[in-house]
């Protein structure tokens, strides 16, 4: 199996390039308000112009009105949405691209009230874009019981290894990173990048 990697919070098209050159299959867009990353519809149809046809697209909303979701989708070439707030199972299934869901931490009741969507497992208490690790073992069960996750929250190319490691002969769908594989003001470093996918690589290899 191959750990897919998704980066996000990507701020300019030559960042994408350089996800996508290490290895990224995700390339994530940030929509959320108050977020650091969050992007223009220009700046976001750069970046997916650049990586068209090399990666999946996805825009990431929390608790967003329908209309902003309108106004992204409409304007903007993408394969997933990502929804990391409180959205409802309703909500989520409203959409016509497939879901990426954030809960927090390893939440088997959350994970079972979206059926359809692949879970982003972030930090239990901190939620996401912070940077922070969490006890990555509790991701183990849910695996276990078939579902499909991204592991998400404090990864970076010296603990993604430890990370996956700690899962024992169990592999997620795939890996989230955004401040783990940054340089200065949000963009991307490239040596971190290939670093980060190079860490993935070497615990497949050793399975």
């Not at 999946?56 to 309108?70: G, K, L, Q």
């Not at 912070?130 to 990555?136: A, I, K, L, P, V």
Request: with cysteine.
């Amino acid at each position: 199996m191959t750990v897919r990697i998704k980066v996000c919070g990507v701020l300019h098209p030559d960042d994408a390039a350089a996800a996508v050159d290490a290895g990224a299959d995700l390339v994530g867009l940030n929509f959320v308000p108050d977020s650091p990353r969050r992007l223009s519809l220009a700046a976001a149809e750069a970046v997916c112009q650049r990586i068209n046809g090399q990666a999946e697209r996805v825009a990431v909303f929390r608790d967003a009105p329908w209309t902003e979701i309108e106004r992204v989708t409409r304007r903007i070439e993408l394969e997933r949405i990502q929804f990391h707030g409180s959205e409802s199972e309703e909500e989520v299934e409203m959409v016509d691209l497939p879901v990426i869901k954030a809960v927090r931490g390893a939440d088997r009741e959350a994970a079972a009230t979206y059926p359809g969507a692949l879970l982003l497992l972030d930090h239990p208490t901190q939620g996401g874009g912070r940077g922070e690790r969490w006890n990555w073992t509790e991701a183990a069960e849910l695996i276990a019981e078939g579902y499909d996750i991204l592991l998400a929250g404090g990864l970076t190319p010296e603990n993604v290894g430890e990370a996956l490691e700690a899962l024992g002969d169990l592999l997620p769908w795939g890996v989230d990173v955004a401040t783990g594989v940054e340089g200065e003001e949000y963009r991307k470093d490239p040596a971190k990048l290939v670093a980060f996918a190079e860490a993935i690589r070497k615990v497949e290899q050793g399975r």
